[in-house]
Every structure is written in C-alpha cells, then in structure tokens.
C-alpha cells in the first residue's frame, strides 16, 4: 500500500514541477564543471527548508537555487533537480527518486538524483557518491545516511 501510495506521489511531483532546462549565460558556466567542481559549487549554497515544513514542497528553477538572497525553497529536491539537470547535460541518464523509510512515508521522505552511464550508478544525495554497479546499490548509500534509512527504505521513480 505504501509503494503504491509513493508511486502516485512521484507521478503527482512530475505534473507539478516539470523539468526545464535553464537557458541562462550562469548555467552555461554550471552544467561544463566536471563532477567534483559541480558538487562543490551547488554546495556551496546552503540549505534552505521550504516554507511550512515542506507541506507545500516546489523544486525551485536553477535562477532560485544560486540567488543568495533566498529564505527558503533549497532542500532535498532542489539539489535533486541541479544533479538531474547536470547529469542530463553531461551523457548520463539521470532519474529523480523519492525515497522513504517503511515506517513513516511522508515525514520521512526524500528526494535524490540517480545518474547512469557506461554501466555505472551514481548515487546524488547534496553529493555525488561513489558509482556501483547496479541502482539499489546506489540507494543503499542512504542507508549510512543518518538513522532514518538504516532499517530499509521504500523508493519510486518520478519519470
């Protein structure tokens, strides 16, 4: 039931926050960083939690991700979408993932980039993790991540 209700959940995110690719002279600059540089870069921006928790949650444009002014509105999914859009520019094939632990769907979730190329799975959660072989062996790099994953985890693609 939960799987299902994280499947809907994924098809529902797609609709509201659409993929765009940014067109602006910074992003040219951005999407041409190697890995590591483009890693750094993004996080050199610090996290910012959407407004009422995350109630509401909207992937902001590239524009809002590095304007240094904002409040809010650079979490998870934010950082989700600058590696999705660089993997994308860059040969891979890369899939946003929403990710949850089995006891708690929706206080528990979490949004992450999975890019692939040449047989390798890429793991971006704020970082690019090590590759692996296959991509449930990506995801289990969450599993180190904190308490919240260590026990299991359920995921859907949003494609």
């Known amino acids: 039931m939960k799987q299902a209700l994280l499947k809907l959940y ?24 190697p890995m590591s540089a483009f890693s750094k870069k993004i996080n050199s921006f ?18 809002h991700f590095i304007d240094p002014t904002v409040k809010s509105g650079r979490d998870c999914d934010d950082f989700a979408r600058m590696w999705l859009l660089w993997g994308m520019c860059n040969s891979y094939r890369a899939v946003e993932v929403l990710v949850t632990s089995k006891k708690h769907l929706f206080k ?18 704020y970082r690019a993790y090590t590759a692996t072989s296959s991509f449930v062996s990506a995801l289990d790099y969450l599993k180190s991540w904190g308490t919240i994953y260590k026990d299991g985890y359920i995921y859907a693609i949003v494609d």
């Open 10 to 33: 994924a098809k529902i995110r797609k609709c509201m926050n659409p993929v765009k690719m940014p067109i602006s002279a910074e992003w040219e600059i951005y999407k041409k960083l």
């Open 46 to 63: 610090p996290y910012k939690s959407d407004p009422v928790g995350g109630l509401f949650d909207h992937t902001a444009s590239f524009e």
């Open 108 to 125: 528990d979730s979490h949004v992450v980039t999975v890019l692939y190329k040449d047989g390798e799975y890429i793991l971006c959660n």
